[in-house]
T-cell receptor
Framework: DAGITQSPRHKVTETGTPVTLRCHQT?????MYWYRQDPGHGLRLIHY???????DKGEVSDGYSVSRSKTEDFLLTLESATSSQTSVYFC?????????????FGSGTQLSVL | AQSVSQHNHHVILSEAASLELGCNYS??????LFWYVQYPGQHLQLLLKYFSGDPLVKGIKGFEAEFIKSKFSFNLRKPSVQWSDTAEYFCAVSNFGNEKLTFGTGTRLTIIP
């Protein structure tokens, strides 16, 4: 499996506080993605990146921002966390835009917003 | 926009039973299709994928899937399940030329020994 690490693995925070989740990959993959996983909704794309400083919104981007200053790092920020953002967050990456390329996933971050 | 439907939310089978999980997508054209599996406490892993050629695709651990373009379907099958197949299964679709992958809501599979 590709070397994708997410940090932290677990986080509990309070409503209204900012939170940043980090995704780090060692595969030199160009494309990186942030998904959230919720019961009954499967995985939904929050934001993705197609290169350094190049990002775009997914289907559930409201309340989230991202940054990619280096190929290996993709940060997801919740500017002001809400309870509806309690979820498991997965980072993924892939080498190219070829649509038959598989995604490699990180182990996830369990975020609880109280 | 592409959408993916997995109508079976939770499937419970006994060991050695045959398995078929449904997956339908909404948008036509050239598509790439994937099945991912998430074992308890683990991250998602690719089971198999289809992008062209033979519509019957074989993956790891004895799984296979058949792409039926006329039905917009990509159902996952396994002739004889094992307890270790207990996991959540996700179907995913990408349209040719689109970097985004759309996932279904997942099917939780529980195998009873």
């Amino acid at each position: 499996d590709a070397g994708i690490t997410q940090s932290p693995r677990h986080k509990v925070t309070e409503t209204g506080t900012p939170v940043t989740l980090r995704c780090h990959q060692t595969e030199n993959h160009r494309y990186m993605y942030w998904y959230r996983q919720d019961p009954g909704h499967g995985l939904r794309l929050i934001h993705y990146s197609y290169g350094v400083k190049d990002t775009d919104k997914g289907e559930v981007s409201d309340g989230y921002s991202v940054s990619r200053s280096k190929t290996e790092d993709f940060l997801l920020t919740l500017e002001s966390a809400t309870s509806s953002q309690t979820s498991v967050y997965f980072c993924a990456s892939r080498r190219s835009a070829a649509t038959n390329e598989k995604l490699f996933f990180g182990s996830g971050t369990q975020l609880s917003v109280l | 926009a592409q959408s993916v439907s997995q109508h079976n939310h939770h499937v419970i089978l006994s060991e050695a039973a045959s398995l078929e999980l449904g997956c339908n997508y909404s948008y036509g054209g050239t598509v790439n299709l994937f099945w991912y599996v998430q074992y308890p406490g683990q991250h998602l892993q690719l089971l198999l994928k289809y992008f062209s050629g033979d519509p019957l695709v074989k993956g790891i651990k004895g799984f296979e899937a058949e792409f039926i373009k006329s039905k917009f379907s990509f159902n996952l099958r396994k002739p004889s399940v094992q307890w270790s197949d207990t996991a959540e299964y996700f179907c995913a679709v990408s349209n040719f030329g689109n970097e985004k992958l759309t996932f279904g809501t997942g099917t939780r599979l529980t195998i009873i020994p």
